[in-house]
């Protein structure tokens, strides 16, 4: 059984960055009602503060229910726990993997990959900070589904071809801005 964790600073980052941030604009939100009453324009950049707010604690509270921050595998199962003011443990059968999505799969290599489980009400998420992060992904893929499998590497394929025409349009417009039209 190989253990996955997350170095301490990502740890720290990923548990509590949202309690400064969040503070933060919390003043600037409540200097925004104060100065209500001097100019109307205080009112789009409180209700600008407040959306801030609340998204970011969103993405926080929704990262503490899944994401683990230690994670033991083998070629069976995932065993997930460690999660944020939680004592639980998820057991996670690498056969009942039925998406994963995220990541490298939507061909951005820093969003957090998320694993959906058969019969399992929420996802299971890690972000490629954790520690030998290629190893995990190595070991969930050469043991999931096959026809799962084959599914994630076309659509790697496709994201990758659309990539590459995209850079290939854009390095032409930049040739077509450069040269004198005649």
């Given at each position: 059984?190989?253990?996955?964790?997350?170095?301490?600073?990502?740890?720290?980052?990923?548990?509590?960055?949202?309690?400064?941030?969040?503070?933060?604009?919390?003043?600037?939100?409540?200097?925004?009602?104060?100065?209500?009453?001097?100019?109307?324009?205080?009112?789009?950049?409180?209700?600008?503060?407040?959306?801030?707010?609340?998204?970011?604690?969103?993405?926080?509270?929704?990262?503490?229910?899944?994401?683990?921050?230690?994670?033991?595998?083998?070629?069976?199962?995932?065993?997930?726990?460690?999660?944020?003011?939680?004592?639980?443990?998820?057991?996670?059968?690498?056969?009942?993997?039925?998406?994963?999505?995220?990541?490298?799969?939507?061909?951005?290599?820093?969003?957090?990959?998320?694993?959906?489980?058969?019969?399992?009400?929420?996802?299971?998420?890690?972000?490629?900070h954790l520690k030998n992060y290629n190893k995990l992904l190595t070991l969930i893929l050469s043991n999931i589904d096959q026809e799962l499998y084959n599914s994630l590497l076309e659509?790697?394929?496709?994201?990758?071809?659309?990539?590459?025409?995209?850079?290939?349009?854009?390095?032409?417009?930049?040739?077509?801005?450069?040269?004198?039209?005649?």
């Amino acid at each position: 059984m190989q253990t996955f964790e997350y170095p301490w600073l990502a740890k720290i980052v990923y548990r509590y960055a949202n309690i400064p941030v969040t503070f933060i604009l919390l003043i600037y939100f409540l200097v925004s009602l104060g100065a209500l009453s001097k100019s109307w324009f205080w009112v789009i950049l409180a209700i600008v503060q407040a959306l801030l707010i609340f998204f970011v604690n969103r993405y926080y509270w929704r990262s503490y229910k899944s994401f683990p921050y230690k994670i033991e595998a083998d070629n069976e199962k995932l065993i997930c726990s460690n999660f944020f003011m939680s004592r639980k443990k998820v057991e996670v059968k690498l056969s009942d993997i039925e998406l994963l999505r995220g990541g490298i799969f939507s061909s951005s290599l820093t969003k957090p990959i998320f694993l959906k489980i058969k019969n399992h009400d929420s996802e299971i998420g890690f972000h490629y900070h954790l520690k030998n992060y290629n190893k995990l992904l190595t070991l969930i893929l050469s043991n999931i589904d096959q026809e799962l499998y084959n599914s994630l590497l076309e659509k790697m394929k496709d994201a990758t071809v659309e990539k590459r025409q995209k850079r290939k349009d854009k390095r032409e417009s930049r040739v077509n801005k450069k040269s004198p039209v005649k």
